[in-house]
């Protein structure tokens, strides 16, 4: 059974930094892709950023620069580095796993397995 635990949410002014972390169990599959996704409120979900089982990673236009993914395959976590928040980041922020043949995008169709989210919140 695919468990994924986002941990590391929290409250922050403009300017400040968070690291998301997503632990992850249960998946053998040797070619993946895993990604974050965000849900503000009243908006829909959208995605942050994946990267895939060779490294290869993506980015929305509106974190690109400031927001980095990145994982340690030896302790199975996802993690997402994000610099320079803005108030327009506040959101629930959500960890995704889907097998890379599906695709490796910003959609949420490639995803098969989520995790609970965890609250970020930035203040101006």
């Known amino acids: 059974q695919v468990q994924l635990v986002e941990s590391g949410g929290g409250s922050v002014q403009a300017g400040g930094s968070l690291r998301l972390s997503c632990a992850a169990s249960?998946?053998?599959?040797?070619?993946?892709?895993m990604g974050w996704f965000r849900q503000a409120p009243g908006k829909e979900r959208e995605g942050v950023a994946t990267?895939?089982?060779?490294?290869?990673?993506s980015y929305a236009d509106s974190v690109k620069g400031r927001f980095t993914i990145s994982q340690d395959n030896a302790m199975n976590t996802l993690y997402l580095q994000m610099n320079s928040l803005k108030p327009e980041d506040t959101a629930m922020y959500y960890c995704?796993?889907?097998?890379?043949?599906?695709?490796?995008?910003?959609?949420?169709?490639?995803?098969?397995?989520w995790g609970q989210g965890t609250q970020v919140t930035v203040s101006s």
């Open positions: 995704a796993a889907g097998e890379l043949w599906v695709g490796c995008t910003l959609h949420q169709a490639n995803f098969g397995y």
């Open positions: 249960g998946y053998t599959y040797s070619s993946y892709c």
């Open positions: 990267i895939d089982s060779d490294g290869s990673t």
